[in-house]
């Protein structure tokens, strides 16, 4: 717009200095000078990143321009937004569920949507961060940090880092504006002195009881395996017995079973007539010298008596 209004000067002076003067070349420098002047107003650059806004005498058009070269009507007037993903870093002071003071540090990346981008210029302007973005991180930080003790904030930062990072993203101005919230970081948390000394004692307290625990455990633990080895050891031997005592009975059922199975044989394979033969088979040739009965008369042999 300023350039062509220059241009329009530059035209009108070029041709009233040649009529004044009655020369040609004012006109002529005057007239290449209003026509340079003229193409760059009709031409905007829009750099990579960026969104271009056009605007004619402070009117908003319903578009946007991407990157690149642009030609334009030499009233009208862009305006470059950045489209790329941005930070803004953040400090303040927040209480914990437990009336805990801390001071919290972070930071909020987002982008604008380049689709609606005229519309956040139209109804914001260009200090868009200022007017939307940096109130509201107070009051959701805040508020999702209250949820908290100061003990599990500590232990939970990210957890509280997802939520604040979607209630952000659920803030319906911002949505309306097409302002996108990319991610959100607690990076520090500060709590008093005073807190800090009580939650070092109390870790160090934690740490003597859990380090006694495990060395009672420890002691429990090689006690019962040590009972267990005992128990084994009097079991195996008490097996140890049992197995040589079977081994004993029953070997002496087997020898019993063999010797009765052994007599059971003979018994069976004795005769009258065998016991005859195993006499006559001993007898030496000699005649008893006695023998009598209760019917007969004794008879006496005298056969080496002289």
Known sequence: ????????IALIGGLVIGFSMDEPFPKIIGAVLAVILLVMSCASFVSTGYT????????????????GLHFHAPWDNVVTMDNREQRVPFQLEAFSKDIQQTDVQGSINYNIDKSTAMI??????????????????????????????????????????????????????????????????IENLDFTDAFETAVEAKQVATQKKQQAQTEQEQKTMEETQQAERKRIAAQAEADVRK??????AYATQVKAEAEAEANKKLNSSITEQLVKYNQILRWNGQLPTFMGGESTMPILNFGGVE
């Open 243 to 248: 197995i040589n005592a079977d081994a004993e």
């Open 120 to 185: 956040l210029y139209k109804e914001v302007g260009v200090n868009y961060v200022d007017i939307l973005i940096k109130p509201r991180i107070p009051e959701v930080v805040k508020v999702q940090i209250a949820k908290y003790t100061a003990e599990n904030l500590v232990a939970n930062r990210q957890a509280a880092s997802d939520a604040i990072l979607e209630a952000m993203r659920n803030e319906r101005e911002l949505k309306d504006k097409g302002i996108n919230i990319i991610s959100f970081q």
């Open 52 to 67: 271009g806004i056009v605007t004619t005498f402070g009117k908003v058009h319903n578009e946007t321009l991407d990157a």
């Open 1 to 8: 717009m300023i350039l062509f209004v220059l241009a329009i």
